[in-house]
Nanobody
Framework: QVQLVESGGGWVQAGGSLRLSCVVS????????MGWYRQAPGKQRELVAT???????NYADSVKGRFTISRDNAKNTVFLQMNSLKPEDTAVYYC??????WGKGTLVTVSS
């Protein structure tokens, strides 16, 4: 059974940084794409960043230059380094594995 567990969320002032982690168990981590998504209150879930199995990355325009997705295949972990955080980055951040599996999310709150 595939399980995803996110961590690293919290409260931070605008301009600060956070690093999210997502550990995947129960599957061959390196064989699948990974992604980070977020959902703000009252809004639809949106893509933040993705990392293919070959390591290519893709970012939402709103986070380009501020966020970095990376993966450690040996540790079955994907990271999201978030710098220069803005209040509009406040959301629940979800990890996605392949096309099917989601974590339960971790809350990021950015105060102005």
């Amino acid at each position: 059974q595939v399980q995803l567990v996110e961590s690293g969320g919290g409260w931070v002032q605008a301009g600060g940084s956070l690093r999210l982690s997502c550990v995947v168990s129960g599957s061959i981590f390196s064989a699948n794409a990974m992604g980070w998504y977020r959902q703000a209150p009252g809004k639809q879930r949106e893509l933040v960043a993705t990392s293919s199995s070959r390591g290519s990355t893709n970012y939402a325009d709103s986070v380009k230059g501020r966020f970095t997705i990376s993966r450690d295949n040996a540790k079955n972990t994907v990271f999201l380094q978030m710098n220069s955080l803005k209040p509009e980055d406040t959301a629940v951040y979800y990890c996605r594995y392949g096309a099917t599996y989601w974590g339960k999310g971790t809350l990021v709150t950015v105060s102005s």
